[in-house]
């Protein structure tokens, strides 16, 4: 089952709030099995998201984690943008 999940945050970094959404919303996708909700569970799906967030965000204040308010800085794109380019 977990074999697609992606690491969601820097190790040596503060945690964003951002990222806690995002890895929440993975999460209750996974579980889900729904990319998208109907337009009938949205409220419930969302309301998940928002749950699993906040209770992510008292783990890693309780593993000496710093979360800042922020957006989600580790997406696809931003990894290969920080990743040096070897092509001339």
Known sequence: MCRSIKTLRR???AATT???EAA???FVRKIS???TPSTRNA???EAA???IAHSSE???EALGVAV???PDRWTPRAAATAAPSHAR
């Open 11 to 13: 190790p040596d970094t």
């Open 18 to 20: 951002g990222e806690l």
């Open 24 to 26: 929440a919303r993975q």
């Open 33 to 35: 099995g729904y990319r």
């Open 43 to 45: 409220d419930a799906f």
């Open 49 to 51: 998201i928002a749950e």
């Open 58 to 60: 008292h783990l890693l």
């Open 68 to 70: 800042e308010e922020g």
